[in-house]
């Protein structure tokens, strides 16, 4: 490489106009980067007289070539050394950015160099930096710890490194002190460099705090200049997860100094300056949130705590750009958490001393919680930050109640009095009252029965609007449990839930569902506002948990609402809800008055289900299809909360799932099924087997016939799974195996088709899942009964497996790719386990083919996301199969033609034979592809 040359570039790449030429010139610096000989022309491209751009180019030589020069340059290494020394010192002629990662070059190749050579060489340099520039100083202990902590967090630091970074520590604090407690902190430069370099120190929490507890009063006073106040903020919430911390009287001594902010967090506050409310939001959160067992019992403790409420209460109302309610919400829930879980009398004492800070919290929370008035015409994202926010706030407030108990509920009851007396109150602010009571109410203790009656009394409230009337039939629906032993009261509880059920209103923009369609929970699902009738769905279900029984004389009256409600239009999400608690309701009844509740209630769904499976005709002019996956879902939903005590059996229940079995296989095998359809009647049969799988078996066979033929025909991923539960679960028993073989085989000749016909890699999916059936299959039936199962041309279904799935790991597609090489390590296991299939592996070419195949996918072929999965696949070859291994490799590789020396194969091939493990086979493996595609 010539010099001129690269630094022409350079100022091309940086600024030149022409894209064409800036391109070009990109690629050529890349190469010269690279290349070992570019090491050369660092000293010229360093010098003074250069442009910063150049002199951070030859930086960036140094930086790509650092960690390996000592390894490939052994003879040149004392040479590069003496070099970074003499340019170490030379800080006045270069930029800063240039200096930094200059520094970060010579921390590398001081750790390359321990413990063989240049013992000393921190302390060394620091003693020729430090009379001439305090500020370089700081950057080269800066940058020495950055490097030592990257080492550490890859696990590739040495006990030489360690040591090195260790013997640094005295000299660091001493200059540290030098700088922050003499004459040097007047010049604030130079103590913003010491503050960023204190904070790197501590962050990595090598240092001790008692070494350093001199200069934390120092970093407390240069928060009060506003210059050096966000370095100084640095360090303190360095400090605040320093390991350290887990000695009370340090953590003691760390709360009282953060307890010194708190006139400042008021005068910033004050100012509106938020950019420093948010510094001592971000500290004091990160203390509690690392501390917070060791803080409750501290004495200082409360007095933190009540800071933390003041922070959380900024800015009172929950705006899109805020940052610290959410921060601090998620630290409150592990409090309130750990104050739950607390021994009973340790509890006790903590509920006396922190009542008065929760019952401020809580206040605070009911106001950060409140809708702004123009709720209905925010953009969709803010109302979706709003509704996250109230969901995480109440789960604050849960927490609240559940510890504190009685005080909560009565605090909250005072507030709503308030509300009600006071006509002038905004609707807003009476809705967050309802909801945290919402939140709330379910912790009703034996002593709340006043509460409770006077929370009871206010239900019958005219609400101003839909807002409101949903946070108060929320609150109904809570009520169920404290509703049981008053069953006076249910008619008009009822009511209220019913009359919201079938107030059918346009659909809020916001949120998603809180449960999949199979009715499973999904926590970190995004909460929607609900309309009233979901509201009232919501609340029925609610209320049929907490007193169900006491329901049973309601049971006409809620079906008709339902039918009503669903005539309506009630969302499928609502109507969920409610086929939720008429089967919780049912519970407490017999078996078979239990299934006739449910057909009762679930009629409409059953008949019209039913007349979709009978369907003979592509359409049906009375039969709207697009309702069909609500039906399912609803009865699916219902299936999955029935519960059964043992081995419970019953006509009724052995009539509705040969119903359901029967209906799912029609449809799966009729011709209206799209593919939110399949996923639906999948969900729906999973949940007959969660019910119980011996109300299934009788139909398994008939079952899985339909599921076969419906994925060859449709191709839809879904349907593989339920196959796979079914394999897993009746692929034991004798009387089931033939169908659920039979079933595979003919999935298996769908697939065959599908590549022979070029339709492979336009069903990735169905693909991909059948491969996960092949594991399962191998698993259960195992390779003598696969050899003896026979394939159309009267081979054995085991060897048409392997020659397909062997051949999909030369695809493009990943999702095809992985499964196909998880199947071959099952392939590779389940053969070696029987004699017949041993013979096929080593004399019937299958054990040659699966290599050689491997290979070329490995080497060239695949994708790179899918090469670790296949080498997976060759590893467990070598484990299994070590003597195949080794005599067909080398050949293998050999027919390969790869772009690499003859003694780099024979190296690899003796490597993959000294290995015995499957992680540093895999690690090999995928090495070597990289060598070979590189």
């Given at each position: 490489?010539?010099?001129?040359?690269?630094?022409?570039?350079?100022k091309?790449?940086?600024?030149?106009?022409?894209?064409?030429?800036?391109?070009e010139?990109e690629?050529y610096l890349?190469?010269?980067?690279?290349?070992e000989?570019s090491?050369?022309?660092?000293?010229?491209?360093?010098s003074?007289?250069?442009?910063?751009?150049?002199?951070?180019?030859a930086?960036?030589?140094l930086q790509?070539?650092?960690?390996?020069?000592?390894?490939?340059?052994p003879?040149?290494?004392?040479?590069?050394?003496?070099?970074?020394?003499q340019?170490?010192?030379?800080?006045?002629?270069m930029?800063?950015?240039?200096?930094r990662?200059?520094?970060?070059v010579?921390?590398?190749?001081?750790?390359?160099?321990?413990p063989?050579?240049?013992?000393?060489a921190?302390d060394?340099?620091l003693?020729?930096?430090?009379?001439?520039s305090?500020?370089?100083t700081m950057?080269?202990m800066?940058?020495f710890?950055e490097?030592g902590?990257?080492?550490?967090?890859?696990?590739t630091?040495?006990?030489a490194?360690?040591?090195?970074?260790?013997?640094?520590?005295?000299?660091?604090?001493?200059?540290l002190?030098?700088v922050?407690?003499?004459?040097?902190?007047?010049?604030?430069?130079t103590?913003?460099?010491?503050?960023?370099?204190?904070?790197?120190w501590i962050?990595?929490s090598?240092?001790?705090?008692?070494?350093?507890?001199?200069?934390?009063?120092?970093i407390?006073?240069f928060?009060?200049?506003?210059?050096?106040?966000?370095?100084?903020?640095?360090?303190?919430?360095?400090l605040?997860s320093?390991?350290?911390?887990?000695d009370?009287?340090?953590?003691?001594?760390?709360?009282d100094?953060?307890?010194?902010l708190k006139?400042?967090?008021?005068q910033?506050?004050?100012e509106?300056?938020?950019?420093?409310?948010?510094?001592i939001c971000k500290?004091?959160?990160?203390?509690?949130?690392?501390?917070?067992?060791?803080?409750?019992?501290?004495d200082?403790?409360?007095d933190l705590?009540?800071m933390?409420v003041?922070v959380?209460?900024?800015?009172?109302?929950?705006?899109?750009e805020e940052?610290?309610?959410?921060?601090?919400?998620k630290?409150w829930?592990?409090v309130?958490?750990?104050?739950?879980?607390?021994?009973?009398t340790?509890r006790?004492?903590?509920?006396a001393?922190?009542?008065?800070?929760?019952?401020n919290l809580?206040?605070?929370?009911?106001?950060?919680?409140q809708?702004?008035?123009?709720?209905?015409?925010l953009?969709?994202?803010?109302e979706?930050?709003?509704?996250k926010y109230?969901?995480?706030?109440?789960n604050?407030?849960?927490f609240?109640?559940?510890f504190?108990?009685?005080?909560?509920l009565?605090?909250?009851l005072?507030v709503?009095d308030?509300n009600?007396?006071?006509?002038?109150?905004?609707?807003?602010?009476?809705e967050?009252?309802l909801?945290?009571i919402?939140r709330?109410v379910?912790?009703a203790?034996?002593?709340d029965?006043?509460t409770m009656?006077?929370?009871?009394?206010?239900m019958?409230?005219?609400?101003?609007n839909?807002?409101?009337?949903?946070a108060c039939?929320?609150?109904?629906?809570a009520?169920g449990t404290?509703?049981k032993h008053?069953?006076?009261l249910i008619p008009?509880?009822l009511?209220?839930?019913?009359?919201?059920i079938?107030?059918?209103?346009?659909r809020?923009r916001?949120?998603s569902v809180?449960r999949?369609?199979?009715g499973?929970?999904?926590?970190?699902?995004?909460r929607k506002?609900?309309?009233?009738?979901?509201?009232g769905?919501?609340?029925?279900?609610?209320?049929?948990?907490?007193?169900?029984e006491?329901l049973?004389p309601?049971?006409?009256t809620i079906?008709?609402k339902?039918?009503?409600?669903?005539?309506r239009?009630?969302s499928?999400?609502?109507?969920?809800?409610?086929?939720e608690?008429?089967?919780?309701m049912?519970?407490?009844a017999?078996?078979d008055?239990?299934?006739?509740?449910?057909?009762?209630a679930?009629?409409?769904?059953c008949t019209?289900i039913q007349?979709?499976?009978?369907?003979?005709?592509d359409?049906?002019?009375n039969?709207d299809?697009?309702?069909l996956?609500?039906?399912?879902?609803?009865?699916?939903?219902?299936l999955?909360?029935?519960k059964?005590?043992?081995?419970?059996?019953?006509d009724a229940?052995?009539g509705?799932m040969?119903?359901?079995?029967?209906?799912?296989?029609?449809?799966v095998?009729?011709?209206?099924?799209?593919d939110?359809?399949s996923?639906?009647i999948?969900?729906?049969i999973?949940?007959?087997m969660?019910?119980?799988t011996?109300?299934?078996?009788?139909f398994?066979?008939?079952l899985?016939g339909?599921?076969?033929?419906?994925?060859?025909?449709?191709?839809?991923?879904?349907?593989?799974?339920?196959?796979?539960?079914l394999?897993l679960?009746f692929?034991?028993r004798s009387?089931h195996?033939?169908?659920?073989?039979?079933?595979?085989?003919?999935?298996?000749i769908g697939?065959i088709?599908?590549?022979?016909g070029?339709?492979h890699?336009?069903?990735?999916?169905?693909?991909?899942e059948?491969?996960?059936l092949?594991c399962?299959i191998?698993?259960v039936?195992?390779?003598e009964?696969l050899m003896?199962?026979k394939?159309?041309?009267?081979r054995?279904?085991?060897?048409?497996?392997?020659?397909?799935?062997?051949s999909?790991?030369?695809?493009?597609?990943?999702?095809?790719l992985?499964h196909?090489?998880?199947?071959?390590?099952e392939?590779?296991?389940?053969?070696?386990?029987s004699?017949e299939?041993?013979?096929?592996i080593?004399?019937?070419g299958?054990?040659?083919?699966c290599l050689?195949?491997?290979v070329?996918?490995?080497?060239?072929?695949?994708?790179?996301i899918a090469?670790?999965?296949i080498?997976?696949?060759i590893?467990?070859?070598?484990l299994?199969?070590?003597?195949l291994f080794?005599?067909?490799?080398?050949?293998?590789l050999?027919?390969?033609?790869?772009?690499?020396?003859t003694s780099?194969?024979?190296?690899?091939?003796?490597s993959?034979?000294a290995?015995?493990n499957i992680?540093?086979l895999?690690?090999l493996?995928?090495?070597?592809?990289?060598m070979c595609?590189s």
């Open positions: 490489f010539v010099m001129e040359e690269v630094v022409e570039a350079v091309c790449l940086y600024h030149g106009s022409d894209a064409a030429a800036k391109e010139a690629t890349k190469s010269v980067q690279t290349s000989e090491v050369l022309l660092v000293p010229d491209l360093l003074s007289e250069m442009i910063p751009e150049v002199q951070f180019f930086v960036s030589i790509t070539h650092a960690s390996s020069f000592k390894v490939n340059h003879d040149q290494f004392a040479g590069m050394q003496e070099f970074l020394l340019h170490i010192v030379r800080y006045n002629e930029p800063q950015f240039v200096y990662h200059l520094c970060s010579l921390s590398v190749v001081i750790f390359k160099s321990v063989d050579s240049w013992s000393g921190f060394g340099i003693n020729e930096l430090l009379p001439q305090l500020r370089a950057e080269f800066k940058s710890i490097e902590c990257k080492l550490i967090e890859h696990r630091a040495s006990p490194v360690m040591q090195e970074i260790t013997d640094a520590q005295p000299t660091v604090v001493s200059v002190q030098q922050l407690c003499g004459e040097e902190a007047s010049d604030e430069e103590v913003v460099a010491a503050l960023q370099c204190f904070a790197c962050d990595s090598l240092i001790p705090i008692a070494d350093i507890a001199e200069l934390l009063n120092e407390i006073g928060t009060a200049n506003d210059n050096t106040f966000s370095y100084a903020m640095e360090c303190l919430i360095a605040a320093h390991q350290d911390m887990e009370t009287d340090i953590l003691s001594t760390m709360v100094l953060v307890l010194q006139d400042g967090y008021a910033a506050l004050e509106q300056d938020d950019s420093k409310t948010e510094w500290l004091i959160t990160e203390l509690v949130d690392y501390n917070t067992e060791a803080i409750i019992t501290l200082s403790g409360p705590m009540e933390f003041g959380t209460a900024h800015p009172m109302q929950f705006a899109l940052t610290q309610s959410e921060l601090t919400l630290v829930y592990n309130l958490k750990t104050f739950v879980e607390l021994e009973k340790v006790h004492k903590a509920r001393l922190y009542l008065p800070i929760l019952m809580l206040l605070t929370l009911h106001k950060k919680m809708y702004p008035d123009n709720i209905d015409s953009s969709k994202d803010y979706q930050q709003i509704e109230r969901e995480d706030a109440g604050v407030v849960m609240i109640a559940c504190t108990s009685s005080s909560c009565q605090k909250l005072f709503l308030e009600l007396s006071d006509v002038s109150t905004p609707w807003m602010e009476l967050a009252t909801a945290c919402y709330s379910g912790f203790g034996k002593y029965e006043d009656a006077s929370i009871i009394s206010h019958n409230i005219q609400p101003p839909k807002f409101v009337s949903i039939v929320q609150v109904v629906g009520l404290w509703l008053k069953e006076e008009e509880m009511n209220i839930i019913l009359k919201s079938v107030t059918i209103t346009r809020p916001s949120g809180s999949d369609i199979g499973n929970w999904q926590p970190q699902a995004k506002r609900l309309t009233e009738s979901e509201a769905a919501e609340a029925l279900r609610d209320l049929c948990e907490g007193c169900g006491t049973f309601h049971f006409d079906v008709e339902y039918r009503e409600a669903t005539m239009g009630l499928t999400e609502g109507r969920v809800m409610v086929a608690g008429i089967v919780v049912s519970r407490s017999s078996v008055d239990a299934i006739q509740m449910i057909q009762l679930l009629a409409d769904e019209y007349q979709c499976a009978e369907l003979e005709n359409m049906d002019a039969l299809v697009s309702e996956g609500s039906h399912i879902r609803v009865l699916g939903h219902a999955r909360f029935i059964f005590k043992g081995d419970e059996m019953c229940m052995n509705l040969e119903f359901v079995v029967t209906s799912c296989a029609a449809l095998d009729g011709p209206i099924v799209d939110s359809i996923q639906s999948c969900d729906l999973m949940n007959c969660r019910v119980s011996a109300f299934v078996a009788p398994v066979d008939h899985v339909a599921l076969s033929r419906g994925f060859v025909a449709r191709a839809h991923a879904c349907l593989v799974n339920v196959v796979r539960s394999v679960i692929g034991k009387s195996q033939e169908a659920l073989l039979q079933a595979f085989h003919t999935m298996h697939v088709e599908w590549f022979e070029g339709q890699l336009e069903v990735p999916d169905a693909i991909g059948y491969f996960t092949v399962q191998l698993k039936f195992g390779g009964a003896a199962a394939h159309t041309d009267d054995p279904l085991l060897m048409s497996i392997s020659k397909w799935t062997f999909a790991v030369l695809l493009p597609e990943p999702i095809i992985r196909a090489s998880t199947a071959i390590v392939l590779l296991k389940t053969m070696s386990q004699q299939c041993l013979s096929i080593y004399t019937g299958v054990g040659a083919l050689e195949t491997c070329q996918a490995l080497c060239s072929e695949a994708p790179l090469v670790p999965e080498a997976k696949s590893a467990t070859f070598r299994v199969y070590p003597d080794i005599e067909l490799l080398p050949s293998i050999e027919e390969q033609h790869l772009n690499v020396g780099v194969l024979e190296e690899f091939v003796g993959c034979n290995k015995s992680g540093d895999t690690q493996l995928t090495s070597f592809a990289s595609r």
